[in-house]
């Protein structure tokens, strides 16, 4: 039992769980957040790869592609929020 | 062979002829007419020819005998008149005319089988006679115009026969200085003599031009009488001249070139007159004497080329025995035809004609078709450069032949034949339908019977089918144009084309339904099942859906080659080790 | 001290550096965009002379290398896929300038350029890429600018389109990422060399399969094609001409890639592929057939194509894959030329008429004759009629399939092409029947330059055709799958 | 003379590169379109004459680039393609001043005569294909260019028949395509070679190669209008006259049964089509069709319908000659591709006057109408004569040689076929013109002799045409007659 | 003999998933949105646990403050829009039929059997194999920086980077692009939503810019972090109307959003020269021109982000009828 362990099973039920979330979910705002989760799962993915038991240094190359994929991941989640507000928009003018 | 045995046959149907004089017996008699023939054709079955015995008391001495010629004729002749018996007794059963009808129908029948058991002249010559004379009362029968002027001609024509046998019979003799039958056919017999004989039996064969009477006597004679006047007794010319010209001894070239030329002319001019009648039965008899102009070609052949008449001799006797039976089940048919009351039972009885009439007009394998192949067979060792001319003269007659059925089953239905009231429509049909079958088995049987004699038969080509079809075919085009004739070009292009079009347009429209309910179907499935789709989300599953599907298939064939390696040390890739600084190839340890 | 500047290198920073420009220049835009679509096709000319001359060329970013770098490769099938993108992006872009023209589309002229741009810059990229993360990294590049495209028109469906596109597009490159971490797990580097020593573990598979699975949902192969009709139908005509004719093919050329480059799955799996590209042809055409606007039509035809697309990447197994892939890339050239003129015709044919609804073009008094005929030129290489590009890229595919004895690869191709002439002349007939109309017909009233850069792209398809031979041959460059296998 | 390999390029591009101009003159610039239109087929006509001559002389023309590798796109010139070129050429020409004379005051000109050019140039493209490959190119392009013109009238009836068009001929050429594909597979080449090249293949695996000759014949007999995929004729002749014209004279029936000619005796070579068995039911299928077309002809009273299914009969000749494998009957075949071309041109144009001058469309209101236009109805009667068979005029030419070609190849039943079918013939044309001739005009019926009014331009061709007729039949052994370029084309094939 | 480490991991592991499945079945939608801030921070937390300081520090900046923010937000305009605060706006959105729930339950089946073949491929794959750390260590003295993942992210991998920072640039290209000429939603005061962001966020903030520095010591600062440092502020000026976006600024503020991508762009293209390639830093330079870029880079993703929490491109109001068509 070592974090690599323990943490990658927690990403990979976190992704998983975020699977669910995006496909099942029928609410905008919950499906941008499941995404968000799958992008975590994933995060923890490359990190337990990146672990090395101490007192060996961690692999610095999927840090710096978590950090990418984080950045990433908000710009595409700041454009989805905005079609979302748009779209809400949108959609009470056309009721109106 | 004793020689009660071989005179029963003659004498059975004179005996049952004196007995129906008697009120009495007549119903029994009628009753047995069918068992009259019973005799012979026991006889001629059971008997191992050559057989014979003889009276000297009677007569110039009364020879009685069997060879192998007169046994196969014995035996079909037999048959037709067995037949011919049991329809005629349903026939006439309400005839007042039926007691004279009988009598000279036993007479005529007794005289059948006497000709041809009679070994000597004068017994040939009487029951041939006989059997002539008595026929008259046949044809008679009706009394109507049509029959009595028939019945004029044809007692015009028998008496001129009559006396040119006899004359020819005499001659004969004389020259033969015997009067036994198997003398005078070794013997080197006159031109004169021949010729009487050709001429007294040729007006029983109905060559022309001596077939005048022949066509309007078997129209007029009821059916039963039809029958066997067209099957058994003309034959009857046919094995006179077999019984008695030097065939096969003497070559008669002059003979022969005539029998030859009028047989080749009877062929076809039968047919020409025969389809511009409307009595079927008379186109029946038309089709007898067309047949018989083939038979004339053979024993044309044989007189020209005596060398030949080895090989046509029992190919003649087969042709005979076919016409016998084909033709008699037509003349039965055309009367159980007229028994029929209802629209089906025509209808049955006319397909079952189709079987006889296919048949005489030459069905390959059939016995019409292997008999003509026989005898073409059998001609090309006669005159080769008669052979084409008879070769192309046979192919031709089937087609002619086809055409004359086909006049005739038209005319049963366009001009039925009358049949006397209170008859039961299916009386006729046993014995008709006995003959047809043995028209149609006869290819079968004829080995059995025949023996040595069927070898040219056996060994004959089946035949080919084209004049038959040709033949059919022109007698549609016939038929077609007779009925465009009759209701108009347009009205009959428009009838042509009718089921064509009630039938693509009832394709249409199925189609037509069809495609609809395609296209509903083709606009609804989709619909909904995009529908479903979008509503259930499908997609979105279809992305799970996928992944592990893939992640099956692909991790199936590796699962049970991996154990799934939790707790085992991982393997150190090369490339990794080699980049790693040693202090930190530490790897943990469980 | 002179800049080295590489072809490689401009293919990908010239739309960058264009893009910021046309961002900071609003005003300027579309002179910028053209220009640098000009100077990107005059750089990407050169890297294919030099590709031509040398073979592939490969440019070491930051002088390291891979694994620890990541190195740009451009081989004969990358100048090929470039080439797509700069032909096709210069043409649509002058149809773009003239159709953004009037006052009211100053936004979308203001938006197109830049996004269009960065789209650019994310599909060269991919195209030379040689990195999976890297690949990651480009395909949200050309996702965002891809989204911002769909939602140019600013309609209600657009947007609603749009986002269930971002849906989509997050979620296909997520997976994709997942996959990535597998990689790195297993293999601990992220180049194409390193995947080709790959031996096939359960990390792997799962990799391909959460790969696969990604880029299938960004390419919209069935049953994971559901964003792209409305997504496509919905923008504005020179957005959809670049979303339908290149950036499906941005995913789909990665799928390529990787069959190149990993250890490629079983039989089973090329099947199953072979069998939703099967699915799309038949669904996509039956939904072509249904479809009741022009524009929508032509997007569902495109999930048809795609997965043709997908036919002839399976068509004759594991063991013809070294073939199949060139059968594929013809389809994916000849669908992106096609396609994009296709959309702009259909864009054409709707301002000229004001409407695109099928069953009414028949009524329209006027004809615009020329986006009509560009439309059947289109639509010939996508029927795949010779002698157009399509028709080849068929031969190859049904060559192939029934070389290798795998017939219902041949049906399933003969049954969409039998389906897309049935859908395709719904169409025609709206264009060439005339007795619904009441007024006289204006045939000829359609001229306008706007019709010159669809007409030129449907030319390019139907005469690709003819080139297909040193086509061929150019693809071959430097791809070396059989060797990596 | 100079020599110009490129001369069969040039042959092409005089319709190919004509198209586009055409398509891009605007529609009241009716001169110079008439002009162009007219320059161009003369200029056809003269290079095909050059073409010809060359070609005579043994000079081979042969070009060709690789489209994939090994796969190449192939121009030739041999004599059976200068037979078609000759025709096309010639009937271009001629269909062409007919078509401007129809069309004087129509709408949508430019397309008209665009796709006419793309039409003629399809054809030529087929006539000198070298491969299977290059037909298929030139098979679809005629599809394509064809179905514009076949709607031409832009009306309900119209589109669906262009659709039914359109899906006959474009599954026609799926399946060609398939077949064409099987070739390369199984063969490795797609080439037209003299004397066939597929006597390995058929001796390896007969039933491979029996399966793609039902394929090929299958495809290619959609557009020669063999039953039963003869359904889409006569639904297209809703075309306008000269379309209709082209399409049963030069154009789609005849690339049909010039490809059932090229398949049979290049590709397959008639000895190993033989040796599969192949073409007894190839020449029953092709007598079926013969009898079938003329009896449906008979029922027909719009006037071109009955002469869609003449077609329908007439084009199977070819096929009939070119499946009883006798070099005579493949000199008939081929006789009658020009002959049945002249025959059937002539008198869709005459029909097309009828309708035009005297709104005759219909059989039943053909009654008086040799009075009112006598012109024309010389030439539909001169036509009408030589389809029956009636020497001196062409078709007797055609029938002989099939009718002798079918007594050569052991097949005594064509004769009756041919017979049969003759008298169909006389029975749907000679009421035609038993009314045209013999019947006084209905005084207020379509077809009343009132002043028909069309122009030369309508009225010569069909005169020419059914000269050309005459000539063809009468003077059918002079040198550079059909008939004789057929026997040399035969010598060829049949590799005497 | 356990070691405390791995129980309090196991908890920490639990903890997130459970936070997951919370942050997805929690029906109230800002309950929803703060269990994932939550879930955010804890997630951090076991990426410090995993050796990864700089990352938990971008995913709590970023990934969970940025992220966070932009979700609130959103929410807030959602439930202004409607006009019925308070209500839950997004769910009253939804107007699609119900998928059944057979659906739902075979979506869930799916992705149970593609976590567990996630798991097991996880398992099969070799624990702490290969990897770059080597590459890295010989390539550190060439780099120019000392902090490896800074080496990383702006030397080795600098073309990832760049397009990371195209990312972000497409990002508000798009988002400028798609919210446009909307009226505001009511002006966004410090409401009940802010307040509960603001307890929320504002000690993650604190806590991050401690963390910062402290990373910052050790080594020479990371972009990222630092941009979302600085983006925070921006957030908390844009919420407290201590700056109001004006139209005039636009221009300003495209020049601060393209400002990290050129520069960056520009150096990578500019030292291939003399043999070098593309972003092959002269070794002399490398570290000056590091640090140019990412103080460039943090400037532009500092406003970026500021940016994409705001949202629309300011306009002027008057304008803004004609460009809602």
């Keep these: 039992m070592t974090p690599d362990m323990i943490y990658g099973a927690a990403g990979i039920a976190v992704f998983g769980i975020g699977l669910v979330g995006a496909l099942c979910a029928q609410d905008r705002l919950r499906r941008v957040l499941a995404l968000k989760l799958c992008s975590v799962g994933a995060g923890f993915l490359l990190l337990v790869g990146a672990w090395r038991e101490p007192p060996g240094t961690p692999d610095p190359v999927p840090h710096a592609l978590v950090i990418t994929g984080i950045v990433v991941m908000v710009s595409a989640t700041a454009v989805a929020l905005a079609l979302i507000r748009r779209l809400h928009s949108l959609e009470a003018e056309d009721e109106r | ?41 026991s006889l001629a079955l059971l008997a191992d020819p050559p057989t014979g015995a003889q009276a000297d008391w009677l007569v110039l001495g009364l020879h009685l005998g069997l060879d192998e010629v007169s046994r196969l004729f014995v035996i079909f002749t037999a048959l037709l008149w067995c037949a011919a018996g049991a329809s005629a007794r349903h026939w006439l059963r309400a005839d007042a005319r039926a007691t004279s009808f009988g009598v000279m129908f036993l007479m005529a029948q007794a005289g059948n089988m006497g000709l041809l058991l009679a070994q000597d002249v004068a017994g040939f010559y009487a029951c041939f006679a006989l059997m002539s004379f008595a026929s008259y009362g046949l044809v008679l029968h009706s009394r109507d115009n049509a029959a009595q002027g028939a019945a004029r001609l044809y007692i015009g024509f028998v008496v001129v026969g009559e006396l040119a046998l006899f004359a020819g019979l005499v001659l004969a003799a004389t020259q033969a200085g015997s009067l036994l039958l198997i003398d005078l056919r070794g013997a080197v017999l006159s031109d004169m003599a021949v010729g009487l004989l050709m001429l007294g039996f040729g007006v029983k064969l109905g060559i022309m031009p001596l077939h005048f009477w022949l066509p309007p006597a078997h129209g007029a004679a009821p059916v039963p009488a039809s029958a066997v006047l067209s099957g058994a007794m003309i034959k009857a010319g046919l094995f006179g001249m077999m019984a008695i010209l030097p065939l096969g001894a003497v070559a008669y070239s002059d003979h022969g070139t005539v029998l030859m030329a009028a047989g080749m002319v009877t062929l076809f001019a039968a047919l020409l007159i025969g389809v511009q009648h409307t009595n079927p039965k008379a186109v029946l008899g038309f089709s007898s004497v067309s047949q018989m102009g083939i038979v004339a070609l053979g024993l044309g052949a044989g007189l020209m080329v005596p060398a030949a008449w080895g090989a046509i001799l029992p190919v003649l006797v087969y042709v005979a025995a076919h016409h016998a039976l084909a033709k008699g089940a037509l003349f039965l048919g055309t009367g159980a035809f007229a028994a029929q009351t209802g629209h089906a039972g025509r209808l049955g009885v006319t397909l079952a004609l189709l079987l006889p009439a296919l048949v005489l007009a030459g069905v390959p394998a059939s016995s019409g078709g292997l008999g003509k192949e026989a005898l073409k067979a059998a001609l090309a060792n006669a005159s080769p450069i008669w052979l084409p001319w008879l070769v192309v003269a046979l192919t031709l007659s089937g087609m002619a032949t086809t055409l004359l059925m086909a006049r ?72 077609l144009y007779a009925h465009a004739r009759r209701i108009g070009p347009a009205l009959f292009v428009a009838h042509l084309t009718a089921p064509f079009r009630a039938f693509g347009a009832r ?54 080659a991996q154990p799934l390696p939790t707790q085992t040390l991982p393997d150190p890739m090369p490339h990794s080790s080699i980049h790693l600084p040693q202090d930190q190839t530490l790897f943990p340890d469980f | 001290m002179s800049v080295d500047l590489s072809p490689v290198m401009l293919s990908i920073f010239l739309p960058l550096f264009g893009a910021i420009v046309a961002f900071m220049l609003p005003r300027a835009a579309g002179a910028i965009g053209l220009a640098t679509l000009a100077l990107t096709t005059g750089a990407v000319i050169a890297l294919a002379r030099d590709v031509l001359i040398n073979g592939a060329a490969i440019l070491p970013l930051g002088g390291w290398g891979a694994p620890l770098g990541i190195d740009l490769r451009a081989d004969g099938l990358s100048v090929a896929m470039l080439g797509l993108s700069c032909a096709v992006g210069l043409l649509v872009s002058l149809s773009a300038l003239s159709s953004l023209r009037g006052p009211e589309d100053a936004r979308q002229r203001q938006y197109f350029w830049p996004l269009w741009l960065l789209l650019l810059t994310g599909m060269n990229g991919v195209y030379l890429s040689t990195d999976i993360f890297n690949l990651y990294v480009m395909i949200e590049v050309i996702a965002l600018a891809a989204v911002g495209l769909t939602v140019l028109s600013g309609t209600t469906a657009a947007v609603r389109a749009g986002l269930e596109y971002m849906y989509a597009s997050i979620l296909g490159a997520l997976l994709f990422l997942m996959g990535v971490g597998f990689i790195y797990l297993q293999l601990g580097r992220l180049d194409f060399a390193g995947l080709a020593e790959a031996e096939p573990t359960g990390a792997l598979i799962a990799a391909i399969a959460l790969m696969f699975v990604g880029l299938a949902l960004k390419t919209a192969l069935f049953p994971l094609h559901f964003w792209l009709p409305a997504a496509h139908a919905n923008a504005s005509a020179p957005a959809s001409a670049l979303l339908s004719g290149l950036v499906v ?59 043709l697309i997908f036919v002839a990447f399976a068509r004759a197994g594991e063991q013809g894959l070294s073939e199949s892939w060139k059968a594929a890339a013809l389809l994916i050239l000849a669908h992106g030329v096609a396609k994009a003129a296709m959309f702009l015709a259909a864009g054409r044919i709707k301002d000229e008429i004001g409407h695109d609804v099928i069953r009414d073009l028949d009524r329209a008094p006027i004809r615009p004759t020329l986006a009509q005929f560009t439309f059947a030129l289109a639509a010939i290489s996508l029927i795949g009629l010779p002698p157009s590009l399509g028709f080849i890229g068929k031969w190859a595919l049904m060559e192939g399939a029934m070389a290798a004895g795998y017939w219902h690869w041949v049906g399933v191709t003969m049954a969409g092409t039998l389906l897309s002439v049935a859908y395709f002349s719904r169409v025609f007939a709206g264009f060439l029947r005339f007795d619904r109309v009441r007024a006289p017909v204006g045939e000829h009233q359609g001229w306008a330059l706007a019709d010159a850069a669809p007409l030129t792209l449907a030319m390019m398809a139907i005469a690709l055709g003819l080139m297909a031979a040193p086509l061929l041959g150019f693809l071959e460059i430097g791809y070396a799958l059989g060797e990596a296998k | 003379m100079m020599d110009a390999p490129l001369l069969p390029l040039f042959i092409l591009l005089t319709s190919l590169l004509a198209a586009p101009v055409l398509f891009a003159l605007p529609e009241r610039a009716a001169k110079l379109r008439t002009a162009i239109n007219l320059g161009m087929a003369a200029l056809k006509v003269a290079l095909v004459a050059w073409l010809s001559l060359k070609v005579s002389e043994g000079v081979i023309y042969d070009l060709r680039f690789a489209v994939l590798p090994g796969l190449e796109f192939k121009l030739q010139a041999d004599p059976l393609a200068i037979l078609f070129i000759a025709l096309s050429a010639v009937l271009w020409l001629i269909t062409t001043v007919y078509s401007v004379g129809y069309l004087e005051h129509g709408p949508h000109r430019a397309r008209f005569f665009g796709f006419f050019s793309l039409c003629v140039a399809a054809t030529v493209g087929i006539a000198m294909s070298g491969n299977l490959f290059t037909f298929l190119v030139f098979y679809e392009l005629l599809t394509l260019a064809t179905y514009p013109l076949v709607i031409h009238r832009g009306n309900a009836e119209a589109l669906r028949a262009g659709r039914i068009y359109l899906i006959y001929t474009l599954a026609g050429g799926l399946v060609l395509m398939l077949g064409t594909l099987a070739l390369w597979v199984l063969a490795g080449s797609t080439d037209f070679v003299a004397g066939g ?81 192949v073409t007894a039911p190839l020449a029953a299928l092709a007598a079926v069709t013969i009898l079938y077309g003329s009896l449906k002809a008979i029922t027909q009273d719009d006037i071109k319908k009955r002469l869609a299914y003449s077609t329908v009969s007439q084009v199977s000749y070819i096929t009939l000659g070119v499946a009883l494998a006798s070099p005579i009957a493949a000199v008939g075949a081929l006789a009658h591709l020009i002959h049945q071309g002249l025959m059937k041109i002539t008198m869709f144009m005459a029909a097309g006057n009828l309708a035009e001058g005297l709104g005759v469309k219909r059989v039943s209101q053909m009654n008086g109408v040799g009075r009112a236009m006598p012109g024309t109805m010389l030439a539909f009667t001169l036509a009408a004569l030589a389809m029956i068979g009636l020497p001196p005029l062409a078709g007797f030419v055609s029938k002989w040689y099939l009718a002798q070609g079918g007594l050569d190849a052991g097949h005594g039943w064509v004769i009756a076929v041919l017979l049969g079918s003759s008298l169909l013939n006389a029975v749907y044309f000679l009421p035609m013109l038993h009314r045209a001739w013999f019947r006084d005009a209905a005084p207020d019926g379509a077809g009343a002799p009132g002043h028909p009014r069309i122009g030369w331009m309508l009225a ?7 000269v050309l007729v005459l000539v063809a039949g009468s003077f059918a052994s002079a040198p550079f007659s059909p008939l004789e370029w057929t026997r040399f084309i035969v010598a060829i094939e049949y590799q005497e | 003999m356990i070691d405390p480490l791995v129980i309090f991991d196991l908890l920490l592991a639990l903890g997130i998933v459970a936070l997951a499945v919370a942050a997805l079945a929690t029906r109230e939608s800002f309950a929803m949105i703060v269990v994932f801030i939550v879930f955010g921070l804890v997630s951090a937390l076991a990426w410090v646990r995993l050796s990864a300081p700089d990352v938990a520090l971008a995913e709590a900046a970023i990934g969970t403050g940025v992220t966070g923010a932009l979700l609130l937000k959103t929410l807030h305009h959602l439930r202004c829009a409607t006009g019925q605060p308070g209500q839950n706006a997004t769910q009253a959105q939804i107007s699609a039929p119900p998928v059944p729930v057979g659906v739902t339950l075979a979506n869930a089946a799916f992705c149970g059997l593609i976590t567990l073949g996630l798991a097991v491929a996880f398992l099969g794959a070799p624990a702490a194999g290969p990897g770059f750390e080597g590459l890295v260590a010989q390539a550190m003295p060439q780099s120019g920086v000392e902090h490896p993942v800074t080496a990383v992210l702006l030397n080795f991998r600098a073309y990832d980077t760049l397009m990371e920072v195209v990312v972000l640039l497409a990002a508000v290209i798009a988002v400028w692009q798609i919210e446009r000429g909307l009226s505001d939603a009511p002006a966004p005061v410090m409401g009940e939503v802010w307040q509960g962001f603001a307890r929320l966020a504002l000690p993650a903030i604190v806590v991050v810019g401690t963390y910062l520095l402290w990373v910052g010591a050790e080594a020479p600062g990371g972009a990222f972090q ?38 960056f762009a520009l150096v990578a293209l500019l030292v291939a020269s003399g043999g070098r390639v593309a972003f092959e830093y002269p070794l002399a330079h490398a570290k000056t021109l590091i640090l140019l870029i990412e ?13 994409l929490f705001h949202g629309r491109e300011p306009m002027a109001l008057k304008h803004e009828g004609k460009d809602d068509t």
Excluded at chain 2, 416 to 433: D, R, S, T
Excluded at chain 2, 443 to 457: G, S
Excluded at chain 4, 210 to 221: E, K, R, S, Y
Excluded at chain 5, 241 to 254: D, E, F, K, L
Aim: glycine share 8%; proline share 8%.
């Design chain 4, 460 to 466: 010569a061709p069909p005169v020419t045409t059914a």
């Design chain 4, 197 to 277: 090249m597929l006597a390995d293949l058929a001796a390896a695996n007969p039933l491979a190669a029996q399966l793609l000759f039902v394929v090929l014949i299958g495809a290619l007999g959609i557009k020669a209008a063999l039953v039963p995929f003869h359904a889409w004729l006569p639904i297209a002749m809703v075309a306008p006259a000269p379309v209709s014209a082209l399409l049963h004279a030069v154009a789609v029936v005849k690339a049909g049964a010039f490809g059932i000619m090229r398949v049979v005796y290049e590709v397959f070579g008639i000895d190993t089509a033989q040796a599969l068995g």
């Design chain 2, 408 to 479: 005739y089953i038209a005319l049963l239905w366009l001009c039925p034949p009358k049949a006397p009231a209170q008859i039961a429509p299916e009386a006729l049909l046993l014995p008709f339908l006995a003959v047809a079958g043995g028209a149609l088995a006869l290819p079968l049987l004829w080995p059995v019977l025949a023996q040595e004699l069927a070898a040219p038969i056996a060994q004959a080509a089946p035949g080919g089918i084209w004049p038959l079809a040709a033949g059919v075919g022109l007698a549609g085009a016939v038929a």
């Design chain 2, 507 to 560: 394709a249409d429209s199925l189609l037509a339904a069809k495609r609809r309910a395609a296209r509903r179907l083709g606009h609804a499935v989709p619909k909904a099942v995009s529908q479903t789709a979008t509503d259930w989300r499908l997609g979105q599953t279809a992305i799970a859906g996928l992944i592990a599907i893939i992640v099956l298939i692909e991790m199936a064939p590796t699962l049970p």
């Design chain 5, 226 to 263: 630092g941009g979302a440092v600085l983006a925070a502020v921006g957030l908390l000026l844009l919420l407290t109307r201590a700056y109001v976006p004006q139209p005039a600024h636009r221009g300003i503020a495209r020049g601060a959003f393209v400002l990290g991508t050129a520069a």
């Design chain 2, 1 to 41: 062979m004793s020689f009660v045995a071989l005179a029963a046959p003659i004498a059975l149907p004179l005996l049952l002829a004196l007995c129906l004089t008697a009120p009495q017996a007549r119903a029994l008699i009628w009753r047995m007419m069918p068992f009259a023939p019973l005799p012979a054709l």
């Design chain 5, 295 to 307: 103080g460039m880079v943090t400037l532009s993703i500092a406003v970026t982000l500021a940016a």
């Design chain 3, 249 to 307: 093919k941005a995913a789909l050329y990665i799928v390529l890639r990787l069959a190149q480059h990993m250890p490629f799955p079983s039989e089973t799996f090329l099947t199953l592929v072979g069998v939703m590209g099967a699915g799309a042809v038949i669904w996509g055409s039956i939904q072509a057939l249904r479809a009741e606007r022009l524009k929508l039509l032509v997007a569902w035809s495109t999930v048809a194509q795609i997965g």
